[in-house]
């Protein structure tokens, strides 16, 4: 199973959500995380709390 997840500026947000997401047992979730240029260093988190379960795409410029 393959869960998409858009980002930006996700903040406070992003560690409850991906906590959820990592924790389903039924099937690992493999995480494509697409962050949309944030500043606040959401995918830097999202690399460094999902190891290799998370996979960050950032995009070349802010598409909106």
Known sequence: MTLIVPCWN???????LLDSLLAQHEREPVIVLVDDRSDDGSAEFARAHGGSRIEVLVNERRLG
């Open 10 to 16: 996700a903040g406070p947000h992003l560690r409850p």
